[in-house]
DNA sequence: ATGTGC
């Protein structure tokens, strides 16, 4: 795209010309080359987001933004119920609450160097990966409704964790609002033997170094130091969120499923912009509220699944690294929409903020972080593509009236799956990650070419950006040192 | 992202 038509508002902030159905203005977040890049699919979504019923201040696009189905990935938009704002099956993702957690432990980078090439191979056997792939738990009888309403307290009941994990993540663990009786029987078979899985595509699970503290304060508060390792986990709620997403569309889009098969599809009556994608239901109707107990289920699904992974990675630590101790820092999703609380207009209002590949980022002194967290903001967890770099980022308090208190959530791709599969080779990107110093392990060599650095944005650019914009700040860059690769 | 397809 050219940049003719986007106005700039300061260095790192774009808002897009207001066309005809626009309720509120679209506005991107990113340098002047990141926003160069964007291409015009990207921008069209997100005026098309900008037209739905009960859209809140402006339809939002991180820095990281990309193309995705009906919203873009990178999307921050916050609805009104009290207005006929609606909830969105393309606003959340498939991949419902796919998000990172960090594990902090307390080993340097120099104690585990020489164990490397060990430590993936365990790491690789203990937490199955890949596409399909099961897991070692059966969820029998009443187990599947207990944990897609328990989330990861759920988890930690089992065995999986330690109660202490709990405070570290969003919502204690367990998104309140669950309804597992909306979610679909063959959505809740799907996830029947994935639990403790990683899955494919852009997921990971990686040994990281510090390499850079970028805030001494923060970092401090963090437990983060220079040298320390940590293991970064991302994934979500593998075939179930997929499941529910394409559920509900397949229920509320016209020219869905229904209508493939020759059935009497009712036209939809919430679809606002002509855009199949941007199938909606009014938050305040009753497909809408059966989405989101069903989405919050799908929330629940995700934060048990990073749990148990999180239990299969102790245990591997545990037997290599008898010393090491893995205390959680923070999981943040990046795949949901949430009811929070918002001051817009001078008044505190209940919103429903959904977030597509983009991460909550709540700043200092938020009654919702645990107290050692308190005083430097929400750790933001940016997970970097294959072999680069990622960060750790904190939410501001400017990012509340910026962004509701969102920013970035990793590289962002440039090329698309099929145009990175064409100009990579996976072996000969793992032959010279090694060359690097970085292990990777996969089932699939294919993925690996479609994961390749070059498929990504510039992940300092992203985060640079996020933080001149004033939506997180930097406070560590980490570097991996093996990653099991879905 | 995804039993990488209906």
Redesign the pocket.
């Known amino acids: 795209m050219t940049l003719h038509g986007l106005a700039r508002h300061g260095e790192f902030e774009w808002h897009l010309p207001m066309t005809s159905g626009m309720r509120v203005p679209a506005i991107v977040f990113g340098s002047l080359e990141l926003v160069r890049a964007m291409d015009d699919k990207t921008l069209t979504q997100l005026r098309n987001v900008a037209c739905l019923p009960g859209i809140v201040r402006a339809a939002m696009a991180m820095p990281d933004a990309h193309s995705g189905y009906g919203f873009p990935i990178g999307g921050v938009a916050a609805f009104d119920p009290a207005h006929g704002g609606v909830v969105s099956m393309g606003g959340v993702g ?2 419902i609450s ?1 998000g990172v957690r960090t594990l902090l432990t307390g080993l340097t980078r120099d104690h585990i160097l020489a164990r490397r090439e060990e430590l993936a191979d365990a790491l690789f056997r203990a937490v199955p990966s890949g ?2 792939r099961g897991g070692t738990i059966i969820l029998e009888g009443e187990d599947l409704a207990a944990m897609l309403e328990g989330g990861a307290v759920w988890a930690v009941g089992r065995g999986y964790g330690q109660p202490a994990d709990l405070g570290r993540i969003e919502d204690g663990g367990r998104m309140p609002g669950a309804v597992p009786g909306h979610v679909s029987p ?1 959505a809740g078979k ?1 996830i029947r033997d ?1 639990l403790g899985s990683l ?5 990971y699970l990686e040994v990281q170094w510090v390499e850079k503290i970028l805030d001494p304060a923060r970092s401090a508060a963090f437990a983060l130091k220079e040298g320390d390792v940590v293991v970064s986990i991302h ?2 709620s ?2 179930l969120g ?1 499941q529910i997403g394409q559920d509900f569309i397949d229920e509320l889009a016209p020219g869905g ?1 229904a209508r ?1 098969k020759g059935k009497n599809a009712a036209p939809n009556p919430y679809l606002p912009v002509p855009d199949r994608e941007m199938v909606c239901a009014p938050i305040d109707s009753e497909p809408g509220r059966r989405y989101l107990g069903a989405m919050r289920s799908g929330i629940n699904c995700a934060l048990a699944n990073r749990q148990v992974i999180t239990h299969l990675v102790r245990e591997v630590f545990a037997d290599i690294f008898p010393t090491a101790r893995l205390d959680l820092l923070y999981d943040v999703s990046h795949n949901t929409c949430r009811a929070e609380s918002h001051r817009v207009d001078g008044k505190e209002k209940t919103l429903f903020v959904h977030r597509k590949g983009a991460t909550r980022a709540l700043g200092p002194g938020h009654p919702d972080l645990p107290a050692a967290l308190r005083g430097a903001g929400q750790p933001v967890l940016v997970g970097g593509s294959m072999g680069t770099a990622s960060y750790i980022l904190a939410g501001t308090t400017e990012g509340e009236a910026r962004s509701f208190s969102s920013a970035c959530h990793g590289a962002g791709r440039v090329l698309s799956r099929t145009e990175a599969r064409r100009r990579f080779v996976g072996r000969d990107l793992m032959e010279s990650l090694r060359h690097q110093g970085v292990f990777v392990r996969t089932m ?1 060599s294919r ?1 690996i070419a479609e994961e390749a650095p070059g498929a990504y944005k510039d992940i300092d650019e992203v985060t640079s950006s996020a933080a001149g914009a004033g939506l997180a700040a930097p406070v560590a860059r980490t570097l991996p040192l093996v990653c099991v690769k ?1």
């Open positions: 498939f991949d796919c596409v399909g063959h799907r994935q899955g494919s595509g852009n997921h994934c979500g593998r075939g997929h499923k493939r699939s993925g879905g």
